[in-house]
T-cell receptor, first 113, second 113 residues
Framework: NAGVTQTPKFRVLKTGQSMTLLCAQD?????MYWYRQDPGMGLRLIHY???????AKGEVPDGYNVSRLKKQNFLLGLESAAPSQTSVYFC????????????FGSGTRLTVV | LAKTTQPISMDSYEGQEVNITCSHN???????ITWYQQFPSQGPRFIIQ???TKVTNEVASLFIPADRKSSTLSLPRVSLSDTAVYYC??????????????FGAGTRLAVHP
């Protein structure tokens, strides 16, 4: 049972490049989330999903897109990376929302130069 | 939105009990209170969750008064390995059927020898 797996773990992008971060969970959770964490700060919610085929905006959605084509996968896309998107990205999943607790992945460290 | 307020940082020594208090004046009737722990370069980890009164597990205790406007995480006999950031969260009530957790800055606990 792997829990929540994020790929890649590290990535360096040039400004303007695009990339997709993959989050996969094997717990049959309905809810999935993408957060970013900047140095010394708490986590900020980017986008989330409450089930296959659904997505919704969080606190800081600009510059990101997401898709939830399969229940177990939640993809985060950067169409045109900017240095301000340098951060650590965490994916989380939950059985049925915040009252059931979240399981987090180990994070993706992204640097945009 | 049930915002939470907790101390930015705390210091303690090995073997002491640590109590971290969180205020959440606008908590909704159906919201649970959840605490997470985050070590450097790792995703947050679920510690404990409660609705009212007292909850205890092998890691911590959570005390919630009758009015539920605050909660206290209690870590018994801390060790150096308890040095981490601790987040207090309450679920956000449904909006269009969606639920999400918003993280604050957390409390940085430093345990000294």
């Amino acid at each position: 049972n792997a829990g929540v797996t994020q790929t890649p773990k590290f990535r360096v992008l040039k400004t303007g490049q695009s990339m997709t971060l993959l989050c996969a969970q094997d717990m049959n959770h309905e809810y999935m989330y993408w957060y970013r964490q900047d140095p010394g700060m708490g986590l900020r919610l980017i986008h989330y999903s409450v089930g296959e085929g659904t997505t919704a905006k969080g606190e800081v959605p600009d510059g990101y897109n997401v898709s939830r084509l399969k229940k177990q996968n939640f993809l985060l896309g950067l169409e045109s990376a900017a240095p301000s998107q340098t951060s650590v990205y965490f994916c989380a999943s939950s059985y049925a929302g915040p009252n059931y607790g979240y399981t987090f992945g180990s994070g993706t460290r992204l640097t945009v130069v | 939105l049930a915002k939470t307020t907790q101390p930015i940082s705390m210091d303690s020594y090995e073997g002491q009990e640590v109590n971290i208090t969180c205020s959440h004046n606008n908590i909704a009737t159906n919201d649970y209170i959840t605490w997470y722990q985050q070590f450097p370069s790792q995703g947050p980890r679920f510690i404990i969750q409660g609705y009212k009164t007292k909850v205890t597990n092998e890691v911590a205790s959570l005390f919630i008064p009758a009015d539920r406007k605050s909660s206290t995480l209690s870590l018994p006999r801390v060790s150096l390995s308890d040095t981490a950031v601790y987040y207090c969260l309450v679920g956000v009530g449904t909006s269009g059927g969606y639920n999400k957790l918003i993280f604050g800055a957390g409390t940085r606990l430093a345990v000294h020898p």
